[in-house]
């Protein structure tokens, strides 16, 4: 999730390459010329540009870059020997020889393919409510092939003509969401022989329904990867719910609190005591509990009925959500999940740190520890929780996909 060289220009470029396709796309739709299709403009091309290769190929970027560049200069010059009549004939023929002798990257390294929802937006926005429901959709419909676990060892997957994809490993991560909700609706041919490999589901499913098992699927493989690995090795948000706090207006959601450290607690045995470095987020198992006024220690109470559900299954307890009462999870101020603890556990531990910026290269837990001790430190406290918000906060997490920083 961190691999991106700390190249600025090339994350400025290829952040630059999406913007200008989502807009010509836009423009291409107030215009008439492209459809709508499940709510959003249609990608009309079966290629896009994209900067999955570009990342680890510094080269084939910088080639990219010098050739906009000089692109954009031979636009100048057109413009300028449009005006300028005088000079017309050479400033023309210089605006027609730059793009010429532009060194263009390697097309094979810019491209990627394209399905029409390419540059479709998920609007679900990882509810808590859609995690639910897509989830119940995917024990019905994908199981077969994919497995419970999303490992694709459903009992019909080794009938397929391929086998169905791990979607419990980086794979969710690394498409654009927007292909997935093509793949799942309109299904997938194998490349090489143009069979049908994953079957469509346009005839049982809505987009809304399609876009909900996405957000069930990566769910789900949150809680795979840490029951496997003991880490979320691709970052998590932490699901939109709705809550209510004190003092707020009546309806708030989890993702209003972003800019802020939480601590969300599973009821569990006993509360631990209010900390004022965390805002304290209480998490009741049914709707009748969360109607109840918020437990001492909490700053605000979860009352959504889907998201005690919805944790569990990122918690890796898709098939007994009980299992997560007394657990604690961290999320930082950009939202993502970071860190979850066992239940009654008395202190944060190293191993909570579940969702880590840079395994290999970061400092030791004893390290951060005396970082938040000294008084030079960002977060005050030298206990478990200090030390865990230390490290967070040193090392924030940079998702990366298609090239981009989200
Ligand atoms: C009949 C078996 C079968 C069923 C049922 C099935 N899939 Fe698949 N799925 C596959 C196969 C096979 C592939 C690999 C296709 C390929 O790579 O050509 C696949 C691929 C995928 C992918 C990867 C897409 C990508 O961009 O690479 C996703 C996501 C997915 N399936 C989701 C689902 C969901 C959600 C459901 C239920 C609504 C479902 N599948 C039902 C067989 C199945």
Redesign the pocket.
Do not use: G, I, T
């Given at each position: 999730m961190n691999d991106t060289p700390d190249v600025l220009w090339l994350q400025w470029l290829l952040g630059a390459l999406q913007s200008a396709q989502a807009a010509l796309l836009q423009a291409l739709h107030a215009l008439g010329l492209v459809p709508t299709l499940h709510g959003q403009p249609a990608w009309p091309w079966a290629w896009r540009l994209a900067g999955d290769t570009l990342r680890f190929d510094l080269g084939q970027a910088r080639r990219l870059a010098v050739s906009l560049g000089l692109l954009s200069v031979a636009l100048l010059l057109a413009v300028l020997g449009l005006a300028w009549r005088r000079r017309r004939l050479p400033l023309l023929a210089l605006a027609g020889l730059l793009p010429v002798l532009a060194p263009w990257p390697q097309w094979a390294a810019v491209r990627v393919a394209a399905t029409p929802a390419s540059f479709h937006v998920p609007p679900t926005g990882f509810d808590a409510g859609a995690i639910l429901h897509g989830h119940q959709?995917?024990r019905q419909?994908?199981v077969?092939?994919?497995g419970a676990d999303g490992r694709g060892q459903g009992p019909?997957a080794a009938q397929?003509?391929?086998?169905?994809?791990n979607?419990a490993g980086p794979?969710?991560w690394r498409?654009a969401d927007g292909?997935?909700f093509w793949?799942?609706l309109h299904g997938?041919?194998?490349?090489r022989s143009g069979q049908a490999?994953?079957?469509a589901?346009t005839d049982r499913?809505s987009a809304d329904d399609a876009w909900a098992?996405i957000d069930a699927?990566k769910a789900l493989a949150a809680g795979q990867m840490l029951r496997e690995t003991g880490q979320w090795l691709q970052p998590v948000r932490l699901p939109a719910f709705a809550i209510r706090c004190p003092g707020a207006p009546a309806r708030v959601a989890s993702t209003d609190l972003r800019g802020q450290r939480l601590r969300v607690m599973a009821a569990g045995d006993g509360a631990p005591p209010p900390d004022p470095r965390v805002v304290t987020v209480a998490l009741a198992p049914t709707a009748a509990d969360a109607a109840s006024p918020a437990p001492a220690g909490a700053d605000c109470q979860v009352t959504d009925p889907a998201a005690w559900q919805a944790l569990a299954l990122i918690a890796g307890h898709g098939a007994d959500a009980t299992a997560l009462a007394g657990t604690q999870f961290i999320v930082d101020r950009a939202g993502w999940l970071r860190a979850r603890s066992a239940p009654g556990a008395a202190d944060w531990q190293e191993d909570d740190l579940v969702c880590r910026a840079a395994p290999s290269s970061s400092p030791s837990l004893a390290s951060s520890l005396s970082a938040a001790a000294s008084p030079a430190g960002a977060t005050p406290g030298n206990d478990g929780l200090g030390a865990l918000i230390a490290r967070m906060d040193a090392e924030p997490v940079r998702y990366v996909k298609g090239g981009i920083v989200h």
């Open positions: 959709l995917y419909l994908c077969d092939c994919h019909s397929q003509p391929v086998w169905p994809p979607l794979l969710l498409r292909d997935l793949h799942v997938m041919r194998d490349a490999s994953m079957p589901f499913l098992l699927m």
